[in-house]
């Protein structure tokens, strides 16, 4: 029982590369949710997808893609890697509105 | 759109009850609670649904003001296992995202 599964869990790119996180859920959940975690700033919401085939921006979308591919798989692409994108990253899946996230265990991601 | 939680943080001994709040500008449909280890993902706690309904099991329960968009985590006779970081979360009535405070650092010493 997987859960969420984030890949890879720790990555550095140089400044200007370009990078796909990868999230999937065995949990036939319908939402997921992609997170960046910077000391002091708490779980700031990157973007979301309420179902398969919608995704919608979160607080801080700048810099960043995603793709719901299917119902399993939501990934977040970096076009152009900077500096100020070195965080923590997690995503989550929920069921529906009336339930708990799942978190994936993370991506340390740093660029340097 | 982010919760505010308070406080930032608090430290307490083993046996000593702590509240932590969680507000917001926007309409409920439900609030979140979450604990993180250093380290490691943010685990679940309890949910609270549109309703005013209070939650809890063993020492840790909550309860939601949906008038007042507040909510408010309670610990009790904490243990030192209640160390780490706090998160509410909240959606909003009608959205399907699903926003996070800034987070409470709980300290619990011997």
């Known amino acids: 029982n997987a859960g969420v599964t984030q890949t890879p869990k720790f990555q550095v790119l140089k400044t200007g590369q370009s990078m796909t996180l990868q999230c999937a859920q065995d949990m036939n959940h319908n939402s997921m949710y992609w997170y960046r975690q910077d000391p002091g700033m708490g779980l700031r919401l990157i973007y979301y997808s309420a179902s398969e085939g919608t995704t919608d921006k979160g607080e801080v979308p700048n810099g960043y893609n995603v793709s719901r591919l299917n119902k399993r798989e939501f990934s977040l692409r970096l076009e152009s890697a900077a500096p100020s994108q070195t965080s923590v990253y997690f995503c989550?899946?929920?069921?529906?509105?009336?339930?708990?996230?799942?978190f994936g265990q993370g991506t340390r991601l740093t660029v340097v | 759109q982010q919760p505010v939680q308070s406080p930032q943080a608090v430290i307490l001994r083993e046996g000593e009850d702590a509240v932590i709040n969680c507000s917001s500008s926007k309409a409920l449909y439900s609030v979140h609670w979450y604990r993180q280890k250093h380290g490691e993902a943010p685990v679940f706690l309890m949910i609270l649904l549109k309703g005013g309904e209070q939650k809890g099991h063993d020492k840790i329960s909550a309860s939601f003001n949906e008038k007042k968009q507040q909510s408010s985590l309670y610990l009790t006779a904490s243990q030192l296992s209640y160390s780490g970081t706090y998160f509410c979360?909240?959606?909003?009535?009608?959205?399907?995202?699903?926003?996070f405070g800034t987070g409470t650092r709980l300290t619990v010493i011997p």
């Open positions: 989550a899946s929920k069921e529906d509105r009336s339930t708990e996230a799942f």
């Open positions: 979360g909240t959606m909003q009535t009608g959205a399907n995202n699903l926003f």
